[in-house]
């Protein structure tokens, strides 16, 4: 992997949740859809912006999200129900989460485990790609979203206990 550098832990991973949720809503809050992206209640992920370009890819039970994060660009994810692989092949993120803040330079890869929410800030043009099980072979990516990712913290867990019943 190519992890340039270890940020220290520090604090916000306690709390992580409740921070990361309350800037995600006062970002919303501003949002103006040119310098500030952010989903709506009607269609909450990001689907595709001139900002956040993102592109599709499907193969037998197998679904790619490619995601171009310009320079100086801040994106905060959903919250993935699945463990999952990502992969940097292009460009320079920092990635916080629950677990702290990693740096990351082209190409390398990471492991997403199941409940992770992350914020990605690109130090440069960049390129993401995260790939996921498609079992049902789906192309919709409203359905897609669904079975991938939780909206809230809320919402990720209901989904966790209705599993293990």
């Given at each position: 992997?190519?992890?340039?550098?270890?940020?220290?832990?520090?604090e916000i991973?306690?709390?992580?949740?409740?921070?990361?949720?309350?800037?995600?809503?006062?970002?919303?809050?501003?949002?103006?859809?040119?310098?500030?992206?952010?989903?709506?209640?009607?269609?909450?992920?990001?689907?595709?912006?001139?900002?956040i370009?993102?592109?599709?890819?499907?193969?037998?039970?197998?679904?790619?999200?490619?995601m171009?994060?310009y320079?100086?660009?801040?994106?905060?994810?959903?919250i993935?129900?699945?463990?999952?692989?990502?992969?940097l092949?292009?460009?320079?993120?920092?990635?916080?989460?629950?677990?702290?803040v990693?740096e990351?330079?082209?190409p390398?890869?990471?492991?997403?485990?199941?409940?992770?929410?992350?914020?990605?800030?690109?130090?440069?043009?960049?390129?993401?790609?995260?790939?996921?099980?498609?079992?049902?072979?789906?192309?919709?990516?409203?359905?897609?979203?669904?079975?991938?990712?939780?909206?809230?913290?809320?919402?990720?867990?209901?989904?966790?206990?209705?599993?293990?019943?």
């Amino acid at each position: 992997m190519n992890k340039i550098k270890k940020i220290p832990r520090f604090e916000i991973g306690k709390d992580f949740e409740s921070i990361v949720t309350k800037l995600e809503n006062d970002l919303k809050s501003i949002a103006d859809g040119n310098s500030i992206i952010a989903g709506t209640d009607k269609d909450p992920i990001v689907t595709d912006s001139k900002q956040i370009p993102i592109r599709h890819f499907f193969m037998e039970g197998v679904y790619v999200r490619e995601m171009t994060m310009y320079k100086g660009t801040v994106v905060i994810g959903a919250i993935h129900k699945h463990l999952h692989m990502c992969f940097l092949l292009k460009g320079h993120l920092t990635v916080a989460n629950k677990q702290g803040v990693d740096e990351y330079i082209a190409p390398c890869f990471i492991i997403a485990g199941p409940g992770e929410k992350r914020v990605l800030y690109s130090h440069e043009d960049s390129v993401w790609y995260n790939t996921h099980a498609n079992p049902s072979n789906t192309q919709d990516i409203k359905k897609l979203e669904r079975e991938l990712v939780a909206i809230s913290y809320e919402e990720y867990n209901e989904y966790v206990n209705n599993k293990n019943k």
